[in-house]
């Protein structure tokens, strides 16, 4: 049985279909990538799955462990086992790395997941969550986070972002530790290099999945410009 | 139980330690309403304290040089449920010297109690004073707290000063401080504070950055909750070439409270330079998400966000 089920999910944003009967399965310990042009609807995906404020669908079911979940708050579904790293992490005055990464989880190692993103923690778990960080280092620090959480499902929104491409390794640790540790991963992301450490992938365009396989085969034919789906749509952005 | 016995309790809510009062190298002022109950000085200070019908006076000197290694700790509190106390305060910072002052403001159990405040403060050429006021008031909300403080600080001299009343019901807040920089001088204000029920809290803090290279920053954090409300007045003033200032203020709001911050920023001299930002609303609902992701319940993240601004 797949962990996580999407049945037909549609979300529509006033007149625009944003997501378009959209079927996608995550097995346990499985990482799958999602790809896509920009506006393809991969992190309304994300905030779905999530059940972010004013994200659910308009028609369809997210299925989590064998039961629906649509109507689930956010803190309902992380307590089921999801979380979720946003692509630009929000900053928190006052709250102290060291807090940020126990919040939930007294009993974690903050230095060790520290140190699993690249992070000194002798430098890093006394500062604070808040502007006084780069946007890189906040993103390694919001990573650390979903490790300390031990999820069973964790959505990693374009986790390269904004992320120096000499770090792609510490990304891919991280998936990889995600994984070890035996939850699943949807991974979105433009970095062909980090979709490959995937069990599979998708290609995302005109909100609905029209390609999924082997990363590598995805990811070629994302390449290829080979998608008719949308035709004159989002698809010519990539063609441009 | 003793008042001083009593006070001591309070303080140690405020997650203080009793042991400072038997420490001979840690200088002290303790008071309760209008009686000094224990004092001490240390080498280098100067204080000069009496009883005064409705509360004390104090002058207080750090001498030329001296560099007080440990915070001068001042305890003042009304045990009773009604009461009164006034302090005046008159403090030096000689050419050279630097001190950290602690405040402990404590009304456990008042119902109508009020404390006012009329301190001036000169730090002298060179001199760094840091004063940290913290308060803790009981489940009533029934003190008034009127701090004024007028304050100089002269050539390169630093002032830092912190006021946090985070723990109980606030009551009435009235605070009215006022700083003048001479040059290359830096004074930095920060206020936290916590309104609860019908708390009234008015913050008014202005910096007149006068000298050439002068430098200050006035940061206030307020959360409010229920039907309690708070005016926060930010005002610099840049006179002097190369003077900076910033105010930053951020209230975070929830239930009936209502919020209003009043930046007023006044530049006199082209090259000096004055900015500010202000930020009122409800508690970000990003942060609150992210939190939430995390497994924290909502009430559990909006006190992780409150706590944190005022932290």
């Known amino acids: 049985m797949a962990l996580l089920l999407l049945k037909e999910v549609a979300f529509r944003a006033g007149d625009k279909m944003i997501l378009d009967k959209l079927d996608l399965s995550i097995e346990e310990c499985e990482v799958q990538a999602i790809l896509g042009s920009n506006g393809t609807g991969k992190s309304t995906l994300a905030y779905l799955i999530m059940g ?128 070890e540790n ?6 979105i992301t433009h970095r062909e290099e980090i979709s490959r450490i995937a069990d599979r992938a998708c290609l995302l365009c005109g909100g609905k999945v029209v390609c999924s396989g082997a990363p590598g085969a995805v990811s070629e034919y994302y390449k290829s410009m080979k998608c008719m789906v949308c035709e004159g749509g989002v698809c010519a952005d990539v063609r441009a | 139980m003793s008042e001083l016995d009593q006070l001591m309790d309070s303080y140690v809510k405020l997650e203080g330690d009793k042991a ?30 009496n009883e005064t019908p409705g509360g004390i006076s104090a002058k207080v000197r ?69 004063y940290s006021e913290t308060h803790f008031h009981g489940e009533y909300g029934g003190v008034e707290v009127i701090p004024h403080l007028a304050v100089k600080v002269e050539k390169g001299g630093r002032y830092f000063s912190d006021f946090s009343l985070t723990t109980g019901n606030v009551g009435v807040l009235d605070i009215d401080y006022a700083v003048e920089a001479g040059e290359n001088a830096i004074a930095e204000l920060t206020a ?46 840049g006179n002097a070439e190369g003077a900076r200032g910033h105010v930053d203020c951020m209230e975070i709001v929830t239930g009936h409270a209502v919020a209003k911050a009043v930046p007023i920023v006044n530049v006199t001299n082209p090259l000096a ?37 005022l932290a």
């Open chain 2, 20 to 49: 400072i009062l038997a420490d001979e190298e840690t200088a002290h002022l303790v008071v309760s309403s209008n009686r000094i109950l224990s004092s001490r000085s240390v080498e280098g200070l100067e204080v000069e304290a």
């Open chain 1, 52 to 179: 972010c404020d004013g994200y659910r669908p308009s028609s369809g079911d997210i299925i989590f462990d064998g039961r629906s979940i649509n109507t689930l708050s956010i803190y309902d579904r992380a307590r089921l086992g999801i979380t979720m790293a946003w692509q630009e992490p929000v900053r928190f005055e006052g709250i102290p790395v060291r807090t940020y990464l126990t919040l939930n989880n007294k009993d974690n190692d903050p230095a060790r997941c520290l140190e699993m993103v690249g992070l000194s923690p002798e430098r890093y778990l006394g500062r604070m969550t808040d502007k006084s960080l780069s946007g890189g280092e906040r993103k390694r620090i919001e990573l650390a986070s979903i490790l300390a959480l031990k999820p069973r499902l964790a959505i990693l929104d374009e986790p390269d972002s904004g992320i120096d491409m000499l770090s792609t390794g510490d990304i891919i640790n991280v998936v990889n530790t995600l994984r």
């Open chain 2, 273 to 309: 330079k004055v900015t500010h930002e202000a930020a009122i609303g409800s508690v970000d609902k990003k942060q609150m998400e992210t939190l939430m992701a995390h497994g924290l319940s909502p009430e559990d993240a909006i006190d992780v966000i409150v706590r944190g601004v």
């Open chain 2, 192 to 237: 936290r504070v916590f309104g609860h029920a019908r708390d009234d809290i008015k913050i008014k803090e202005a910096v007149v950055l006068a000298g050439k290279g002068s430098r200050s920053l006035i940061k206030t954090r307020i959360a409010l909750e229920d039907e309690s409300s708070a005016v926060v007045t930010g005002i610099t003033e």
């Open chain 2, 62 to 130: 750090v001498l030329e040089g001296v560099h007080l290694k440990k915070p001068v700790h001042m305890c003042f509190g009304v045990l009773h449920k009604k009461g009164s106390q006034e302090i005046q305060m008159d403090v030096t910072l000689e050419r050279g010297s630097s001190a950290h002052f602690i405040a402990h403001c404590m009304f456990p159990g008042a119902e109508k109690v009020r404390h006012a405040m009329d301190a001036k403060v000169n730090v002298g050429e060179g001199a760094e004073m840091k």
């Open chain 1, 182 to 187: 035996g939850a699943s991963v949807l991974l």
